[in-house]
């Protein structure tokens, strides 16, 4: 028995030593332990990153998809105003429904439709904006004839091929195809 009593107490002499050399390593290395062991507020935080990340992709989702809407509203109620003024005469230095010439026209849909005021002649016009290929036009983009600052002649892109323009020929503001009377340039003045 003493035997068993002299086993015991240096079986337990031997898991109290295990247990204080346990302790003080954890204690003489905390940091090692504290970086292993993964913080709930560390997920909460990154959860929290993540949301916003996504919140604000979202938003500058739906803010880029409202421009686009806006601007193409605008372009539609630059045609829609063009087309408002088919049939009125040609006249030369016309500037308002009782007769247009070209330019006469492109400024009274544009300063109508969008409250803006474009210069009065066909070259002054295609200063304007950035030059855009006649392949890639968009409903609402000025046509010129001419070339630069010799541009004689004006007209409104209307889609599918079609642009509205006060034609001398006819007479009155139409809306005519390239094969009738196809522009040199074009300029994208809608923003």
Do not use: N
């Not at 109620?77 to 230095?93: C, W």
Request: contains cysteine.
């Amino acid at each position: 028995m003493v035997m068993f009593k002299a086993h015991t107490k240096a079986a337990g002499m031997i898991v109290a030593a295990a247990l204080l050399a346990a302790l003080c390593t954890a204690f003489s290395h905390p940091a090692a332990y504290a970086s292993e062991v993964e913080s709930p507020f560390t997920k909460t935080q990154d959860f929290a990153r993540e949301i916003k990340e996504y919140v604000g992709d979202v938003a500058d989702e739906a803010a880029a998809q409202a421009e686009a809407e806006a601007l193409e509203g605008r372009r539609q109620s630059v045609v829609a105003e063009a087309d408002a003024q088919l049939g009125v005469p040609y006249s030369y230095g016309g500037t308002t429904p009782s007769g247009f010439d070209c330019s006469g026209f492109t400024r009274w849909v544009f300063e109508h439709a969008l409250g803006r005021e474009l210069p009065r002649t066909a070259a002054e016009q295609s200063a304007l904006g950035e030059g855009v290929s006649l392949d890639e036009l968009v409903p609402g983009d000025l046509l010129f004839w001419g070339s630069g600052a010799g541009a004689y002649h004006v007209g409104i892109y209307a889609g599918d091929g079609e642009y509205i323009h006060a034609s001398t020929g006819a007479g009155r503001v139409m809306r005519a195809t390239f094969d009738y009377f196809a522009p040199d340039f074009a300029k994208r003045v809608i923003e």
